[in-house]
Nanobody
Framework: QVQLVESGGGRVQPGGSLRLSCKSS????????MGWFRQAPGKGREPVAV????????NYTDSVKDRFTISRDLRTNTANLQMNNLRPDDTAIYYC?????????????????WGQGTQVTVSS
């Protein structure tokens, strides 16, 4: 069983930045494709960014390209999401998820491990 714990959410004004972190308990963190997903009020959960378990391939949903950056730190078993130039429509609960040996294009249902979520609110 893998436990994921997110941190770094909060309230920020439009144009501001936040950095989310996801600490994994996996002993073989390097074998997990890590994804960040979000769910806005009244909407379904959607993928935001994914980093392949090999570390060299990333996917971003179109609305966050050039603003968000996903990364991982194998020393601390942490996946990060740097979010810049935040907009009100980025407001959501953000979740990290892990999928061992998963592809970057794997659907949400393929991720067996999820964090508890962290709230991001972008408002003036």
């Amino acid at each position: 069983q893998v436990q994921l714990v997110e941190s770094g959410g909060g309230r920020v004004q439009p144009g501001g930045s936040l950095r989310l972190s996801c600490k994994s308990s996996a002993r073989t963190f390097s074998t997990y494709t890590m994804g960040w997903f979000r769910q806005a009020p009244g909407k379904g959960r959607e993928p935001v960014a994914v980093i392949h378990w090999r570390g060299f391939g990333v996917n971003y949903t179109d609305s966050v390209k050039d603003r968000f950056t996903i990364s991982r730190d194998l020393r601390t078993n942490t996946a990060n999401l740097q979010m810049n130039n935040l907009r009100p429509d980025d407001t959501a609960i953000y979740y990290c998820a892990a999928n061992q040996y998963g592809s970057r294009s794997a659907p949400i249902g393929d991720y067996p491990y999820w964090g508890q979520g962290t709230q991001v609110t972008v408002s003036s």
